[in-house]
């Protein structure tokens, strides 16, 4: 059982900073900020989980079942993972190609301490083991001046000591674009999401600096830091997976994607262009549909619902066209279900979804893991909310490695070189804060 404290915060924006910088003592953390983004079905401005009472980190092999018997047991809050690899528990797939981040599959931990904040109100949650810290945590927070802080900062590597690469080169691309766009000739899909690495080795970041400033340049919905011992998500995502409140299921695929420009009337031209953009939009319906089909193997009968088709959304580096699908969670099955019925999410897979899981794994050059995955949490009643690991950057201190991935949907009317101005224009952030 958890204990709780309410408390009114004056100044919400300094203390959201003072605890994400009080976190950084702890070898646990989950950070998840809305960035005051008026996102529809939003919960909290922020989420902050720290300390882990109890954890699950596994591989694949029987994953859902091992999050279901986990979520079921701790009956609390718990904060984690899962990686895209899990479509090898959930279909007869395998991931063959290049890891340089060694993730576990699977990482889940019931925190210790909970802080959650809604405007001016914090709710603080917490384990009775730490009771007596509460009172402290709160001064330290508040003082923005906590204790350990200062010899957690991380020395990083000189600049330019190891430049980000690719590992497939523009003209490999190309050729692979090539090769995707003759399996839609075939009719062996319709649509994939086409990605490539970048990364760096020997490479040693402060985590919390560079998500700080990955997050000031782009402020998505569903920023989110996360550090599970060596393992840190950098995350600027600004999509939904998938949402349960109550028996609401809510999905908010994004698929196609434009610049932003300083001049407003050319900003509005882009926005209206995005919008009537055939591509873009035949991109955005093949994946509704994929997620209607998805959401129908668990759903109430006749309660999927598309609420809003291929609008516009201005984030502060580009426009996305946005969908949100709703369903009624039949009764009887469990959240977890939902998780696994809908994953791997159609926006970073294609249709149909197998088919081009297998031509995604055989034309990529390195093992996805928590890119193109999700990150999220369960609340004690069952409800969870997910977004998807995008515009992301993934390291391992131990391995000094690190590495982001960016991608697009590979349709008929795709352009190879237009394809991959696109993945730059995604890159773009990333690039920039560790550069």
């Avoid at 897979?349 to 893991?369: C, F, H, N, Q, V």
Wanted: with cysteine; glycine share 4%.
């Amino acid at each position: 059982m958890r204990s709780a404290r309410q408390f009114t915060v004056e100044n919400p924006k300094d203390f959201k900073q003072n605890l994400l910088h009080w976190s950084r003592q702890f070898q646990e953390v989950a950070w998840l900020d809305s960035n005051e983004y008026i996102q529809k079905h939003g919960e909290f401005d922020a989420l902050l989980a720290v300390g882990a009472f109890t954890a699950i980190k596994t591989d694949y092999h029987n994953a859902f079942d091992k999050l279901q018997e986990y979520q079921e047991t701790t009956k609390d809050w718990i904060f984690g993972y899962l990686s895209y690899d899990l479509k090898n528990d959930v279909e007869k797939l395998s991931s063959r190609n290049f890891d340089g981040l060694a993730f576990p599959d699977l990482y889940f931990f019931q925190p210790q301490k909970l802080f959650l904040l809604k405007g001016e109100h914090l709710e603080m949650q917490y384990l009775r083991m730490v009771d007596d810290e509460m009172e402290d945590d709160l001064e330290e927070i508040k003082q923005g001046d906590p204790k350990n802080v200062q010899q957690k900062m991380v020395e990083e590597s000189p600049a330019g000591a190891s430049t980000i690469v690719a590992r497939t080169s523009e003209q490999d691309y190309l050729k692979k674009v090539e090769q995707m766009l003759n399996h839609i000739q075939r009719g062996d899909i319709y649509e994939a999401n086409f990605c490539q690495e970048f990364f760096s080795e020997k490479r040693v970041i402060d985590p919390f600096r560079i998500f700080e400033e990955l997050n000031a340049i782009s402020g998505p919905p569903f920023a989110t830091f996360l550090r599970l011992e060596e393992h840190y998500l950098l995350s600027a995502s600004p999509e939904r997976y998938l949402k349960k409140t109550g028996s609401k299921l809510i999905s908010q695929p994004i698929k196609g994607t434009a610049r932003r420009a300083e001049d407003p009337i050319e900003d509005a031209k882009i926005t209206e262009n995005l919008k009537n953009d055939p591509k873009e939009r035949s991109e955005n319906v093949m994946i509704v549909d994929l997620v209607r089909n998805d959401l129908s193997r668990i759903a109430k009968k006749g309660s999927v619902k598309v609420e809003e088709l291929c609008r516009v959304y201005p984030f502060k580096q580009v426009h996305q066209l946005i969908s949100t699908i709703s369903a009624e969670l039949d009764e009887n099955i469990p959240p977890v279900e939902a998780l696994r019925v809908t994953f791997p999410m159609g926006s970073m897979t294609g249709a149909p979804k197998i088919s081009a899981m297998k031509i995604i794994e055989e034309l990529e050059d390195a093992k996805r893991g928590l890119y193109s995955g999700a990150v999220g949490y369960f609340t004690p009643t069952g409800d969870f909310d997910f977004n998807v690991v995008i515009r992301s950057i993934l390291y391992n201190s131990e391995k000094k490695y690190v590495s982001f991935s960016v991608g697009g949907a590979i349709t008929a009317q795709s352009i190879p070189e237009k394809e991959y101005e696109e993945c730059l224009l995604k890159a773009k952030a990333m690039r920039q804060v560790l550069s």
